[in-house]
């Protein structure tokens, strides 16, 4: 992957220099380390490039350890610390010998150190990454979106990310505090580059079929800062038809020409927009979700046309798209700001009215764009917050079991070691010295082990690369990542090896050199139980969140809907009043492809999208107003998509609306005990002219308009051709195979484009099945993760679990020989030594259990429809942690009980 660039700030000294500069600094510091921190400082102070400078420090530190190694630096460093560097050097190497001696200990040690790490190296990574969106804006708290609150006649709240295009221009006037302000709109249009030829007329030459452009004004690049190669943001986007391009687009459009000579260049937009590039700006950086290349001044849509086309004069149409983003002034707060706001829209809007009760503008803070998934725009990528937070959550675990796997591998190794350390204490070892021999040994499987993690990284980004965003990438050379890693190096070894060595290292001379020290509750197996306990019951809790996860997602892809969703390719066409009576001749061209059997023209598919319009109805006492759910299709809808009519009939096909067919849950709001009782009943909703009361004519049967997130909304499908732009294809079954389906997709396209010859919005067909499973695309997502760190959880607690058995059937194994001597059988000695560490995990699965539950039940709220947390889901968890406990500490046993009894009582 490719570097990720970022500012390189000279704020002061690196933290690690301080604290070199306070360890080192004392009197018996010879002067050439002295001179060689002065030397360091030098580097930092003459402000070098960050990639030079980064490899200087580094240097830097070799410097100031290389004279350590001296003979009078070393024995000043062995006065004040009570350690020789010659010593460490000896640890080091004493550590590697016995890492190359017990080569399946170490092997063991290290792999599961490091897919521990590497497992915690990758979500720092993608964690960090999300969590660094936009802050290398300068003032980015003082940054704001102004978002539009609603309110439905059920008391819902909802938010949107726009407000309506006459708001910014009056609030920019009339609320005190905003030091900027800049109105937006973002278009979805395709764009042709204007080349001149021999200094002739320019000509359309070449043409992109899609673009998000960012129709704005010159405020924006007051409010968001950008580095201009070329104008400057007082200067462009201040009359109209001007466009400012960021290089790469600019690149893209012009090639590899000086930038001088891309000014003054035409961009057509949407074949009718007609612009001139006046500044050139570079290309944020990748953790934005402000991706706009194309920038046209906002005084480019001020004629009649393209005002009507914008909607800029209409105060009761609120759409994403239209946005309005705010610097606040210094020491001026985002609630005095939304004080002003409720005065402001009584003074512009109705309050009266039944759409405009509970109308609300709030200030977004520019850091929550990324994250808040309730105010959705159709440019930014939001992530689930609660979901990085749980990645970090398992980053954790992972590194704790690991390191508690290799505190109970190094705890069973010890007794190799009893006479090395008594031999040693008797030769004048303190026990500090001891601690720091056994940290160092640690330290040096831990190096190896990140050495290891780190070869891991590519591999495993690549085996997850659909839940990695596009623009992520990373430099394993990057000062933050590597500071990550010495950091996660320094906490391991730490974690790791402090215990056993205080453990090892108490052992007294006598003891240790008669070979009599005790391992029991003083020798800590108390606690090394405890930290295998604690394992399983991690393993536990991801068993049964893989369990349950997996069976929410089977339900919620399994699930009947209440419509067909195979066979379906649905597809939009251009919605411009120019391009939208065409439809009807790609209908007739698509129906005379032999493998189609259907089309059908709506506003969405089932299941895609949605709009709601507030409808009233009389029963002859009260007045029932409800928000509902809105679809305007043709008459083959029904039929298509396989909807139920359990009343009355199917709509006909109208260019405006002359009846309505409801769904059950709407008949059922409205009072009617049966649906048969609704047909020719009248509902009155607000159509392009005012109120209009029209017929019930149908009901169908529930069926989902959004995902099981959700509960089933109230409904009226309606005929309104004229506005209809989603059509949607059914492919005869029989023979759906890839290649016959691209050929079916190869015509379709043939006729689009034979239509709709512009190109103004780009032949994009999607599989409906596959537009309903992506509704679930996040849980599928963290699915997949947890299953992930499941096996890596329960591979690394097997570890564990291998360690502590091999630790116990060390220690009896003069037992093991007597009680075969006595006459028990192996698999009475099986049961014996296995029956412990069973004990273990079924206390692990009592203690798991009702945590999982919890977690996963308050992870279930989420949908409307879920599945229940049955009983068996807990006994298989159970099954799959004993049988994995069974066959780790079988092989173990199994060895202590089929040797030979004579070679058992000779153990020392």
Request: with cysteine; net charge positive.
């Amino acid at each position: 992957m490719a570097d990720k660039k970022s500012t390189n700030t000279n704020s002061g000294p690196p933290v690690w220099a301080t604290w070199l500069l306070s360890s080192f600094s004392d009197p018996n510091t010879s002067e050439e380390l002295q001179g060689d921190l002065l030397e360091m400082y030098d580097y930092w102070s003459a402000g070098l490039g960050k990639s030079k400078a980064k490899w200087k420090y580094i240097y830097a530190v070799f410097r100031l350890l290389r004279p350590l190694a001296r003979k009078k630096d070393s024995e000043n460093y062995q006065k004040t610390y009570g350690i020789s560097p010659g010593m460490l050097k000896s640890y080091f190497k004493i550590g590697a010998r016995n890492l190359l001696k017990n080569k399946g200990y170490s092997a063991i040690n290290i792999f599961g150190l490091a897919i521990g790490v590497s497992a915690c190296i990758v979500i720092y990574l993608l964690v960090s990454f999300e969590l660094s969106y936009e802050n290398f804006q300068p003032d980015k708290e003082r940054i704001y979106r102004v978002t539009s609150g609603f309110q439905n006649s059920q008391g819902v709240r909802s938010q949107n990310a726009g407000l309506s295009a006459p708001m910014p221009e009056h609030i920019r006037k009339e609320i005190t505090g905003l030091e900027s302000l800049a109105a937006c709109h973002v278009w979805n249009t395709n764009t042709t580059v204007a080349y001149t030829k021999n200094g002739k007329n320019p000509s359309k030459v070449w043409k992109n079929d899609q673009s998000q452009v960012l129709i704005c004004e010159a405020e924006y690049f007051q409010i968001f800062k950008y580095e201009w190669l070329l104008g400057s943001a007082q200067s462009c986007l201040q009359a109209p038809n001007e466009v400012v391009l960021t290089q790469s687009e600019a690149e893209k459009y012009f090639g590899a020409i000086p930038l001088q000579q891309v000014l003054g260049k035409r961009l057509y937009f949407s074949d009718s927009l007609i612009t001139t590039v006046s500044g050139i700006v570079k290309d944020l950086p990748s953790n934005s979700d402000f991706k706009f290349k194309n920038f046209i001044s906002f005084k480019s849509i001020q004629t009649k046309a393209w005002r009507k086309e914008f909607q800029l004069d209409e105060w009761t149409n609120t759409n994403s798209s239209s946005m309005a983003f705010v610097k606040v002034a210094n020491k001026v707060t985002a609630s005095q700001i939304d004080k002003q706001f409720p005065a402001f829209l009584n003074k512009y809007l109705d309050t009266k009215d039944e759409w405009n009760k509970g109308r609300t503008l709030d200030l977004q803070p520019l850091s929550d764009i990324h994250y808040n998934q309730e105010i959705k725009d159709n440019f930014s990528r939001q992530v689930h917050l609660p979901s990085l937070y749980a990645l970090m959550g398992i980053a954790v675990f992972l590194l704790l079991i690991a390191a508690i796997n290799f505190i109970n591998l190094a705890t069973a190794q010890s007794i190799n070691r009893i006479k090395e350390i008594g031999v040693r204490k008797v030769l004048g070892s303190s026990r500090k010295s001891l601690i720091i021999q056994f940290l160092c040994e640690t330290f040096v499987i831990t190096f190896a082990a990140v050495l290891l993690s780190l070869s891991f990284i590519e591999p495993i980004l690549s085996a997850f690369e659909k839940f990695v965003p596009q623009e992520f990438s990373f430099s394993i050379l990057d000062p933050k990542l590597l500071g990550f890693v010495a950091l996660i190096a320094a906490l391991t070894s730490l974690l790791s090896g402090l215990y056993p060595a205080w453990v090892i290292s108490s052992y007294t001379p006598i003891a240790s050199l008669k070979n009599q020290v005790s391992f029991g509750r003083n020798g800590g197996v108390l606690l090394r139980k405890s930290l295998i306990t604690f394992q399983f019951v991690a393993s536990q809790i991801f068993i049964l969140g893989t369990i349950i996860m997996a069976a929410q997602s089977r339900f919620m892809l399994n699930k009947d809907l209440g419509f067909n969703k195979d066979a379906i390719i649905h597809f939009q066409t251009d919605w411009h009043d120019s391009e939208i009576d065409k439809k009807d001749i790609l209908i007739q061209k698509l129906r005379q492809i032999p493998e189609i059997e259907n089309v059908s023209i709506g506003t969405t598919p089932a299941l895609r999208g949605y709009s709601t319009n507030r409808v009233s109805y009389h029963d002859g006492k009260n007045e029932i107003k409800l928000d509902v759910h809105r679809r305007a299709v043709d008459e083959n809808y029904i039929p298509m998509f396989g909807l139920k009519l359990v009343a009355g009939r199917n709509i006909t096909n109208s260019d405006t609306a002359k009846e309505f067919v409801i769904n059950q849950t709407y008949a059922k709001m409205l009072g009617f005990k049966k649906p048969e009782d609704a047909i020719g009943k009248m509902l009155t909703y607000s159509g392009g002219k005012g109120d209009i009361n029209l017929p019930i004519v149908g009901v169908v049967s529930d069926f989902h308009l959004q995902s099981l997130h959700t509960p089933i909304k109230p409904l009226y499908i309606l005929s309104e051709n004229k506005y209809e732009n989603a059509i949607n294809v059914k492919v005869r079954t029989g023979g759906n195979s890839g290649k016959e389906l691209n050929n079916v997709i190869g015509k379709m396209e043939v006729a689009y484009k034979e239509v709709f010859t512009t190109g103004a919005v780009e032949f994009s067909p999607l599989f409906f099945n596959e537009t309903v499973g992506k509704f679930y695309q996040k849980e599928q997502r963290l699915s997949q993760i947890l299953n992930t760190a499941t096996g890596v959880a329960i591979l690394i607690s097997c570890m564990g679990l291998f360690g502590l058995a091999a630790f116990v059937t060390r220690q009896r194994t003069k037992e093991i020989g007597i009680r075969k001597v006595l006459g028990s059988t192996a698999s009475q000695i099986l049961v014996l030594l296995s029956r412990d560490f069973l004990r273990l995990v079924v206390l692990s699965i009592f203690i798991a259990s009702p945590i999982a539950y919890l977690l996963m039940k308050q992870w279930l709220q989420d949908f409307a429809y879920r599945v229940d947390i049955s009983w068996w889901i807990f006994a298989l968890a159970a099954g799959v942690s004993i049988v994995v406990a069974i066959l780790t500490v079988g092989y173990q046993s199994l060895r202590a009980a089929l040797l030979n009894p004579v070679e058992s009582l000779k153990v020392e």
